[in-house]
């Protein structure tokens, strides 16, 4: 199992990358007083059929090429399940792939949520061509992060710039502190 949940989310999404999606959406949804945070990764790639939606979950079934095993799905359903939650996964051809996983965050065997800034900082700079949409939501409170609207007002210039990658960096977590803040 992966050590913590936003390693799950890198994987998750980087099956998503090479699914050939352009637009990757991630939530991180936590509800203080239920105890409960869940997490979504939907995207627009090429999608499963049947018979791969359902091997999607065996560690030993993969698509890829480099390696003969497939973790970052049976992990992400292993943890969500230790927990005491629960694991979705949609998927159809042509149109994407839906995951969610909820995990009861007061659960010993709940895995910590992690770095999820540095994840999606990683994945924003990393894969300029696409676009990502990122809401982290504590309660009723949210922030968003699209970087459709980032690309209107930046224009031409590469999240990759030292300017923008800070931004980028302290976006996400002066957001995050805010959000948690109850």
């Known amino acids: 199992m992966l050590p913590e949940i936003s390693l799950n989310v890198l994987d998750i999404a980087q099956n998503s990358i090479k699914a050939g999606a352009t637009l990757v959406e991630i939530v991180v949804e936590k509800k203080t007083e239920e105890q409960i945070m869940n997490l979504m990764i939907n995207d627009d ?13 065996d560690p ?16 992400l359903k292993q943890a969500a399940e230790a927990s005491g939650g629960t694991f979705r996964i949609s998927s159809e051809v042509n149109v994407g792939t839906r ?10 065997d709940c895995m910590p949520l992690g ?25 009723q409170k949210e922030f968003t992060l699209d970087t459709r609207e980032i690309r209107e007002i930046l224009g031409d210039v590469s999240f990759q710039n030292g300017e923008v990658s800070s931004f980028l960096r302290e ?3 002066e957001n995050q502190l805010e959000v948690e803040q109850q």
């Open 45 to 57: 790639g090429c999608g499963m059929d049947e018979e791969q939606l359902e091997r999607v979950i």
């Open 60 to 75: 030993f079934f993969t698509s890829r090429s480099t390696r003969k095993i497939g973790l970052g799905v049976p992990f």
């Open 99 to 108: 995951v969610f996983a909820s995990f009861h965050t007061d659960h010993i």
């Open 115 to 139: 770095d999820i800034n540095s994840t999606i900082f990683s994945l924003v700079t990393t894969n300029e061509e696409l676009n990502f949409v990122y809401t982290y939501r504590v309660d």
């Open 171 to 173: 976006y996400l977590s």
